[in-house]
């Protein structure tokens, strides 16, 4: 892909999950349902702030490890899965800088989980229940997040994962940063292979 490509990509990537959070702030406006849960601005807030914040960066070690482990499983789903998502995140970002990786995955990480999380999810736990309240929005980020069966379900538990470290820290803030330290760290490592843990083994 050309340079000029990759950055068009990463223009409509961003541009797409920033307007994913500016729809799930508008629609909670609407519906009374603040997307941002636990966030806060003050002085007092800024301990609780940090501590969310690095309880996401714990939360993104388990997915790096899943991750790791499910591109040496050799099982045929998987490999098959790795085969489609090699595909499409080459034909998407190869050439992108790693600047540019980050943006799209902070991009996602505050579109998709003020959406998912903080409006659907923390919405529908008002009235239904959290158990309810986080299988609905976990399915619906599964299917959002559709190439194949393999991968929507893959999403789907990620979704719960997230979904459940929002409702341990009380903060939007966690699943914020898990998702996009998550997503910065694969792009890197499915681009780069050598350049974040070490390569990969490909054969089966």
Same mark, same amino acid.
């Given at each position: 892909?050309?340079?000029?490509?990759?950055?068009?990509?990463?223009?409509? !990537?961003?541009?797409?999950?920033?307007?994913?959070?500016?729809?799930?702030?508008?629609?909670?406006?609407?519906?009374?349902?603040?997307?941002?849960?636990?966030?806060?601005?003050?002085?007092?807030?800024?301990?609780?702030?940090?501590?969310?914040?690095?309880?996401?960066?714990?939360?993104?070690?388990?997915?790096?490890? !899943?991750?790791?482990?499910?591109?040496?499983?050799?099982?045929?789903?998987?490999?098959?899965?790795?085969?489609?998502?090699?595909?499409?995140?080459?034909?998407?970002?190869?050439?992108?800088?790693?600047?540019?990786?980050?943006?799209?995955?902070?991009?996602?990480?505050?579109?998709?989980?003020?959406?998912?999380?903080?409006?659907?999810?923390?919405?529908?736990?008002?009235?239904?229940?959290?158990?309810?309240?986080?299988?609905?929005?976990?399915?619906?980020?599964?299917?959002?997040?559709?190439?194949?069966?393999?991968?929507?379900?893959?999403?789907?538990?990620?979704?719960?994962?997230?979904?459940?470290?929002?409702?341990?820290?009380?903060?939007?803030?966690?699943?914020?940063?898990?998702?996009?330290?998550?997503?910065?760290?694969?792009?890197?490592?499915?681009?780069?292979?050598?350049?974040?843990?070490?390569?990969?083994?490909?054969?089966?």
């Amino acid at each position: 892909m050309e340079s000029s490509d990759s950055a068009r990509t990463i223009q409509i !990537a961003v541009l797409f999950e920033g307007a994913l959070a500016v729809v799930a702030i508008a629609i909670g406006w609407l519906v009374d349902q603040w997307p941002m849960i636990g966030f806060g601005t003050t002085v007092d807030q800024a301990p609780q702030q940090v501590q969310a914040i690095g309880w996401g960066l714990v939360a993104t070690g388990p997915l790096l490890v !899943a991750l790791v482990i499910m591109e040496r499983v050799p099982w045929r789903p998987l490999s098959q899965l790795r085969e489609l998502t090699s595909e499409v995140i080459m034909r998407m970002f190869a050439g992108a800088s790693v600047l540019q990786l980050a943006l799209v995955a902070a991009a996602a990480g505050v579109g998709e989980e003020l959406l998912f999380r903080g409006l659907v999810q923390a919405g529908i736990s008002r009235f239904l229940g959290l158990a309810v309240g986080m299988v609905v929005a976990s399915l619906i980020f599964g299917l959002c997040h559709w190439l194949n069966i393999t991968y929507a379900i893959l999403a789907m538990l990620a979704g719960a994962y997230f979904g459940a470290w929002m409702v341990a820290t009380g903060n939007i803030l966690t699943p914020i940063i898990a998702h996009a330290a998550y997503d910065f760290l694969a792009l890197v490592y499915l681009i780069r292979p050598d350049g974040l843990i070490g390569s990969k083994k490909t054969e089966w």
